[in-house]
């Protein structure tokens, strides 16, 4: 197993980069489809298609009939060249139109001897070029005409931006502040909510997703981010929570059959009180046949439970692989350092705690609620669960399937789990059938349980990633980027640590086989610009998702209660870099409302320098690590 290294520099994606290209219609520049043929300056990277481009070539033909043939050689490149600025990768900044609420420029901004030079030679173009009557009204007068076309930035003035090295430098590569941290930003999704402890979707070609409450509410929003004021599923009654910051019970996971869009099947984890037991449940519920917005309650099916001697380490991840099997992921009991018999409860393959498991729910209408999958490690082992795919986990919070390159397939079915750690460490596992990770032996690389550890029998496998407490105590897994929104995310894993609110990646070196990291900040200067946009969160990072497109969301709040309505879901942005337009394009299936809906209002702003001294970016932590001096005591839903 490769062990993962620490490093300042991602050279293969990261540069520092100064400037901020933005397009017309205020998103990141593209490389084009089709090889654009007559901006040809920007058929690498830019801000027009081919169509674009087809229809910039049209204007410039229209323009050139003005002119016989000496006017045609004299003029023609000038006209393409200022034509073709809107094809810029810095097209917002030579049209002025960073801020989508001032008048856009008609000419690009062109540099002073640039200018001097057209109109020397080939002023009558412009009555072609624009219809800005001011701009006209002062054609006879070189200088007063070129200060009208020149920019405040003079760095951006073409054809001086050509040249610039620190605008061109890494052109399109994600941006990085002085210290190599990745810049990447939000937009705001959803808000209000209390403890977004997860955020899934049908898989139904609706594009709806579905946001869970710790109280045991989850929400149907749709494409447009409207929420349905019924919500899909509400069993708030049975679960068991508090409202006391860091509570690891209540409402904890949901995932959607496969095959939902057919059997209406959707499975939940969750915590119950039975008499004076703590039970962690997974059951089935199926849709309603009257609404497809919400599930039939009376149909509810219990498909396991385990009791929890402790009120921490639930565990909580519940999901499906791509084999159809249905993984439910369940922490080591609670308390500190596994403490229950001879090795532990994680060691222990008779039980289920500290275990992740895979079972078949396939067809269970009739017979047992649940099968053993053939394959599974431990079948024939009669000292052992079957249920069980892989052990010695402490507490893993949120794992993810990786959907693989979309055009290779690479790191296809992979499952990425973040496992809390005791004192010292978090890690990052890919969970494989039959593996042992090696809690309580080790805590990431290091040594725990010394007796334990020493043992080369247990034949552990080490995490591909751990990060000592100085970085934060409380790791949240993610998922890796296979979107297609922003290519140069691809193949990234983007995790977080819910106390010290930091967000994270990994990128495998498939050179040396490490996971190197590289710590992701907000993007500060010009780098969030971008209407509807926003450079800060809640520093609570719950959990991340994925929607039916694989864009990737996180969720936070900024207190950490049960009942506290502070929980936000942002999406993450690359503003360096976007997909060519029409590449991304998918169209929802409509779906039957019958639930009055709840538009979305965004509450959070754009840090700018104004702002930045009135309100930090990530909130101080509002509760203590009590689960780090080995105490009984939790303070999140993974201590």
């Known amino acids: 197993m490769a062990v993962i290294v620490f490093t300042k520099i991602l050279i293969s994606l990261l540069g520092t980069i100064f400037a901020h290209p933005q397009c017309l219609d205020f998103k990141p520049p593209f490389r084009p489809l089709q090889e654009l043929t007559f901006c040809v300056q920007y058929k690498e990277f830019g801000c027009c298609d081919s169509t674009r481009d087809n229809q910039i070539m049209q204007t410039f033909y229209s323009i050139l009939d003005h002119f016989d043939q000496q006017g045609y050689e ?12 809107e094809c810029s990768p810095y097209a917002a900044h030579l049209y002025d139109a960073e801020d989508p609420s001032t008048p856009l420029r008609t000419i690009a901004g062109l540099c002073e001897v640039y200018c001097r030079d057209v109109w020397q030679n080939c002023r009558s173009i412009f009555q072609y070029m624009t219809n800005d009557k001011e701009l006209l009204a002062l054609e006879s007068n070189k200088a007063k005409f070129c200060r009208q076309l020149a920019l405040d930035d003079t760095d951006y003035c073409f054809p001086h931006l050509l040249a610039n090295p620190s605008l061109n430098k890494n052109l399109g590569l994600v941006t990085a502040d002085s210290e190599g941290c990745m810049q990447l930003c939000l937009e705001e999704v959803a808000n209000g909510l209390r403890n977004p402890v997860a955020m899934v979707h049908a898989n139904d070609g609706t594009h709806r997703f579905f946001v869970a409450e710790q109280v045991g509410l989850v929400w149907t929003y749709l494409h447009n981010r409207s929420r349905l004021e019924i919500p899909f599923l509400n069993i708030s009654k049975a679960v068991l929570t508090s409202p006391w910051e860091g509570d690891e019970r209540g409402f904890l996971g949901i995932a959607f059959h496969p095959s939902f869009k057919h059997n209406g099947k ?46 921490n380490h ?32 994680a060691q222990n393959k008779s039980t289920l705690l500290g275990k992740v498991l895979r079972i078949d729910v396939n067809h269970n209408d009739h017979g047992p609620v649940y099968k053993i999958p053939p394959d599974n490690p431990f079948i024939n082992d009669a000292s052992a669960r079957p249920e069980i795919f892989a052990y010695g986990v402490r507490n893993m919070w949120r794992c993810s399937f990786d959907r693989g390159d979309s055009k290779t397939k690479e790191g296809k079915g992979r499952l990425f789990c973040g496992d809390v750690g005791q004192n010292k460490f978090e890690e990052v596992d890919i969970v494989e059938r039959g593996k042992n990770y090696g809690w309580r032996a080790r805590e990431g690389f290091s040594c725990y349980d010394k007796k334990l550890c020493a043992n080369s029998s247990l034949d552990d496998v080490l995490p591909i990633y751990a990060y000592p407490h100085k970085l ?75 929607d039916e497109a694989g864009e990737l969301y996180f969720m936070s709040t900024g207190n950490p209660s049960a009942t506290s309505p502070s929980g936000v879901v942002y999406r993450m942005v690359d503003t360096s870099r976007r997909a060519s337009p ?58």
């Not at 965004?602 to 080995?630: F, G, H, M, Y």
């Open 266 to 311: 959707v499975y939940v984890y969750y915590s119950v009180e039975i008499g004076f037991d703590e039970i962690i449940r997974i059951s089935e519920f199926k849709v309603s046949s009257r609404d497809m917005n919400t599930v039939d309650h009376r149909s509810e099916r219990i498909i396991l439970e385990v009791e929890e001697p402790a009120s």
């Open 74 to 85: 004299t003029c023609a490149a000038h006209v393409q060249d200022i034509l073709c600025q």
């Open 314 to 345: 639930n565990g909580g991840e519940i999901l499906f692989g791509d084999d159809g099997y249905l993984y439910i992921f369940i922490g080591d009991g609670g308390m500190a350092g596994d403490p229950f018999g001879k090795y532990g409860n």
């Open 582 to 639: 029409g590449r991304c394009n998918f169209h929802p299936i409509p779906v039957k409302v019958k639930s009055e809906l709840v538009p979305f209002t965004s509450k959070e702003k754009l840090i700018t320098k104004t702002t930045a001294t009135k309100r930090s970016k990530v909130k101080p932590p509002l509760i203590t690590w009590a689960d780090q001096n080995d105490t009984t005591a939790s303070c999140r839903f993974n201590t």
């Open 472 to 546: 934060g105590k409380s790791v949240t897994g993610g998922y890796i980027y296979r979107g297609c929104q922003y290519p140069n995310l691809n193949g990234l894993y983007i995790f977080g640590d819910f106390m010290s609110g930091r967000l994270m990646s990994l990128k495998e070196n498939h050179r040396t086989g490490e996971w190197e990291y590289h710590e992701i900040c907000m993007g500060t200067g010009q780098t969030c610009e971008f209407p509807g946009l926003i450079n800060n969160y809640y520093q609570y990072i719950i959990s991340f998702a994925e």
